[in-house]
Every structure is written in C-alpha cells, then in structure tokens.
C-alpha cells in the first residue's frame, strides 16, 4: 500500500516497532530473547567486574551504555567446557555428571559427604597467574582426611558474606600491598568494616610472595606442602573435634580414557598474536635481552602499562615422552572424574592437556618424592628417593618425570602423576600491578615521576617515555620526569641507546646511567638505588611536589631504591629511621610502585 492510499490510513495504524494494535511482534520477541539469553550466561557462568575500582561513565550513541566497562566469565564450579557444550547443544543429561561444588568427599572415594561427620570450610584464594589457586585446590584435596568438607573461590566471592560459621582459609598473593584482580573487591569491603567487626571468625592465612614464601625462588609448592602439613593440619587438629579418615596411599585424579575419540580444545581468554620482530640487544657475551614485537589479535584493546600474559606450551618431544612412558595414545582423550581437578579442562586429548594445560617442568615437591616411594617396588630405590632434599631437587630443577625415568621401579598411575602437576600458568610480560601505569594527560602535566630499572626493566618505562613523547608533539606541558637506567657495560648492554638519546633532545625526559662494569662511566655509582642515592636532592625535589617513582627491577634494587627514600626523608627532615619507616608506609608507599622480576 503506497502513496494516496497508504495517507488515507486513520492516525496510528501502522506503527513499526512500536506499541500499537498493529505493532511489530518483533519486539517483544526480541526482549524474550535477550531475558533467554541473559538467564544462559547467569547459570553457567560467574561475572565479576575487570577494574575492581570502575567509575560508572555514561556512553550515548544509539543507546545509552556504561563506557569502558568490562567484565571476567568464567564457568561456574563443576562445569567444564566439555559438560557446558552438552549442556547447550544436546539431549545428553549432564547434571549428573556435575559434581556438587561442596562435595569434596567424592574426589578421595567417598561416595557421599552427608552421612559424615564433616565440619565446613572455606577455602579463598587471591591470584593473578594462577598458582594461588592451584594451591587452594590442593588443600581442597586433603580436608576430607582431616574431618572437613570444603569449597574453594576467589576472594571478591567473599565479599559482604564472609561466613562465621565455617572455618576459612585464605591464600593470595600480594603485588606491594595490592590485592591481586580477583581480591580487589574484597580487600575495600575489609577496609570499610569498623573494628572487632569480625571477632569470632575463624581464618588461617598462606601469603604467597611475603616472607612466608617467596614466589620468585620457585620453591613455593614445597612451602605450601610444609605449612600445611607441620602447621595448618596440626592446628586444627589441636582446636577442633574432628574425625579423621583414611585415604587410600595411591593418590591422584579419577580418570577415565577413551581411545580415538575427538575432543573439544578449549583455553578460556586465550587469543592467538603473532610475532613480528625478534631481535638480540646485547652482544653475546652478555646475558641475552630480546627486542620482540607483537602483533595483537583484532579488536585487542591496549593502553600503556598494560601486561601481556602467554601462555606457553611444553616441548613436543617431552609430551611424547610422558605419553609414552605410561603407555598411552596421543589421540586418545581423557575425562576428569575428580573434583576439585585444579581447574583442569575435561574432555581433551591426552596430548593436549599435557602440552598446554599443565606444567611439566614444575621441580618435584617433597610431597610428590614421598608419593613416588610409596608407588616404588624397589627398596634401594625407595631409599635414594628418601634420601633426596627439597633443596638439591628445586636446584637441579628435577622435575617428577625425571624421577620417574630414573627410578623405573614405580608403579605410578597417569592420574596420580597428573595430579601432581600444577596448572600451567600464563607467563606476564610488563606489568601485572594494576597501579604500575603512567599518569594520565592531566597527572603528567601536574605530577612528575622517577622510574629506576635495570636490564630489561627498561620494557615498560620505554612505553611510559614513548606516551611522554606523543603528549608533547600535540603541545602539551609535562612534569619532570627522571629515568635511571643500569646495565653492565655501556658498549655490551646498553639497551635503546639511540631512542633514548631522541627522548631526552625532545625533552620527555632526563637520564642518569650506571654501569656496573665500568663505574668511570657513571660518577663512580655501580647500581641504580647508588645513583637515586647521589641525586637524591633531585628526588626529593620531584617527590616533594607530588611525584611518583616507579620502579622495575629485582628485590634487591627495588629493597635498596625503598631504603634509599627512606633514609632521604630521614636526612631532610632530621627524623630518627623508625618514624622515617612509619612515614614511609602511612605516605610515601602510596606514590612508590614497584614490578619486580627474576
């Protein structure tokens, strides 16, 4: 109907999209869809936000939405990509197949926790990279021998119902004070609470990272088995009445393979990047520092400061190894029956899992050495595994595989040996602080910062100075900002000396080297926190006018350039070191960021 006839319609008859008699059913449909929809993602996925700390900002294009917020999905506990892709696509009744998230008891062949006397338990975990949680699926596994039934989340979870009628366990990391992503929510609840707020509630504590057990020497599963074992389990021996069950010796995940059989290959936030650039820097008698460039998948968003995370893969030829040793098909796939499983994918090939999934190259724990003695036929075998320290094993970096083919006697299981691999962990690149960025336009006009590294500590500082550049090609007016770079020799490791020499002719910034081989060449000072010392009057100056010093390097530079901020506060304000110290943590720590690395 068009034309004259079409304008002879009385008012309102023909609404598109709209509300009237003859309205578009689309709409409604539409809105039907998207409640479907939204109930899907809410069953089988948890959502917390990306940036803890978001400010709501409102974006109006065609439709009023929240600017830059993003969100984290992933499946709610019991199911995996194989049990979600059933869930949606077939007939096949899963639920059953779901292991209920309390029920621990079932992974250490209970068949039911119910008619068991099981206290409850807690069990929280704070982690950027995944070892936190590994650990808290591994205490997971023990609470049954101990009287209790667990379940085991992140800590936002917890946030504004921390329960007092269970036991909790917590173990995180911490990034100087900072809580990791999944632990920012809850670290401000606790923070708005008033004190004696939580009297009453019962929590042990495992800080991965602090002086309880350094992540960076590697040793932190044997630690975490130490603690458990001569600390946590003990205590609560001591304080609660619980009882106690017997666990089968041979430990491990409940597994089920099935030969030839395809599988779904799945990795949660992985995206392929490609590799444009790979380059050596130093000469070859240095230790090597890599130039690399990478090309970001499409529609990657990226903003200075930020860190990658990598995932790596094993070596192929090991993976075959480990394949073959126990006697398996490389297509053949492998289903977890076990909960809690650390997380890992059911439903893949055995190849797959090992190749990406797990780390293979994790040195054995002393659990792990007592496990394989108990698996071993061969006593003078078992002896020299017993024999073994913690020490000379994570210096060696002798992984359970090796044992395994060097004690053949064992009788291990693939389950039991998969048990005791960690899952593998992303690999970061830069910063994985959050608040390890550059300032924004209107902070870098206003505030300026000092940024001491060493060796490849230069990464992201070099993004921060080249953000400082464009700022100033549009005409903007920028702070001071100081950069201390250290390295061995200023003709074998110098990293960026050209562009760096364009930095400071366009003015983004100021340098002070020292070179450790050849202290001539920078007035006598060795390391970066001897140089901050020697131009102290010039930090201060900066940290007095409100700027910020970030730091990239090992503990140790990181430790001295801290002690070396103290003690200027000490020397200008003519203070005693401890009220310095307590300066230092009330004020001076919340404009002084640290990466640490190695």
């Known amino acids: 109907m068009l034309d004259e006839q079409f304008k002879k319609l009385p008012p309102s008859t023909w609404k598109p999209f709209g509300n009237g008699a003859r309205g578009c059913i689309g709409r409604a449909f539409t809105f039907q869809e998207s409640h479907i929809i939204l109930t899907m993602l809410l069953q089988n996925f948890e959502f917390q936000a990306y940036d803890p700390d978001y400010k709501l900002q409102i974006l109006t294009t ?6 830059g917020f993003f969100m984290h999905g992933r499946l709610r506990p019991g199911l995996d990509p194989v049990a979600l892709e059933k869930r949606l696509w077939s007939t096949y009744e899963v639920a059953s197949k779901i292991l209920p998230k309390d029920n621990v008891a079932e992974s250490v062949g209970v068949s039911s926790s119910k008619s068991l006397n099981l206290r409850s338990m807690r069990i929280y975990y704070g982690s950027n990279t995944g070892t936190c949680r590994t650990l808290a699926h591994a205490l997971a596994s023990e609470v049954l021998m101990h009287g209790f039934n667990a379940t085991v989340d992140n800590l936002n979870t917890a946030t504004g119902r921390l329960p007092n009628n269970s036991l909790i366990a917590i173990i995180t990391s911490s990034y100087e004070s900072e809580p990791p992503d999944n632990a920012g929510y809850f670290v401000k609840w606790l923070n708005s609470l008033e004190d004696l707020a939580l009297t009453g509630t019962k929590h042990a504590m495992f800080g991965c990272g602090n002086s309880l057990s350094d992540a960076a020497n590697n040793g932190v599963f044997n630690d975490f088995d130490g603690w458990a074992s001569k600390e946590f389990w003990p205590a609560l021996k001591k304080n609660f009445s619980v009882q106690e069950f017997e666990v089968p010796d041979t430990e491990g995940f409940d597994i089920e393979i099935i030969k030839n059989s395809p599988s779904v290959e799945l990795h949660d936030e992985t995206k392929h990047a490609t590799v444009k650039l790979n380059k050596l820097l130093t000469a070859t008698s240095e230790p090597g520092k890599r130039h690399i460039e990478i090309e970001l998948p499409p529609n990657t968003t990226y903003q200075t400061g930020d860190h990658l995370a990598i995932l790596l893969t094993n070596p192929h030829k090991l993976v075959k190894r480990i394949i073959s040793h126990f006697g398996l098909a490389l297509e053949a796939t492998i289903i977890l029956k076990s909960e809690p499983s650390k997380g890992l994918p059911s439903g893949q090939t055995i190849y797959n899992l090992l190749s990406s999934n797990v780390e293979l190259n994790q ?9 394989l003695v108990k698996s071993t036929s061969s006593q003078s075998e078992a002896n020299t595994l017993r024999a073994l320290t913690p020490s000379e094993v994570l210096a060696s970096r002798t992984t359970v595989f090796d044992l395994l083919t060097l004690y053949p006697t064992s009788n291990l299981s693939f389950g039991a040996y998969l048990a005791m691999l960690p899952p593998l962990r992303p690999r970061l690149v830069q910063s994985g602080v959050a608040r390890f960025r550059p300032p924004t336009m209107e902070e870098a006009e206003a505030k300026p910062i000092v940024m001491p590294c060493a ?17 100033l ?6 702070a001071p900002a100081l950069l201390f770079v250290g390295c061995r020799h200023l003709e074998r490791d110098l990293l960026y000396e050209e562009e760096i020499k364009t930095w400071v002719s366009a003015g983004a910034v100021k340098v002070y080297y020292t070179f450790s081989q050849a202290m001539d060449k920078s007035d006598g000072c060795a390391y970066v926190q001897e140089r901050i010392w020697k131009e102290r009057t010039k930090v201060v100056e900066l940290f007095k006018t409100g700027g910020r010093i970030y730091v990239c390097g090992s503990r140790k530079i990181c430790d001295g350039i801290r002690d070396g901020v103290t003690r200027a506060y000490e020397e200008l304000k003519g203070v005693g070191r401890q009220e310095a110290e307590v300066w230092f943590k009330t004020v001076g720590s919340k404009r002084f960021a640290v990466d640490i690395f190695g």
């Open 62 to 67: 065609l439709t009023a939405k929240p600017k």
């Open 363 to 371: 040195p054995a724990t002393e659990k792990n050495i007592l496990n």
């Open 455 to 471: 060796g490849s500590g230069i990464a992201p500082f070099r993004g921060f100075v080249q953000h400082r550049v464009e700022l």
């Open 473 to 478: 090609k549009t005409g903007e007016r920028l």
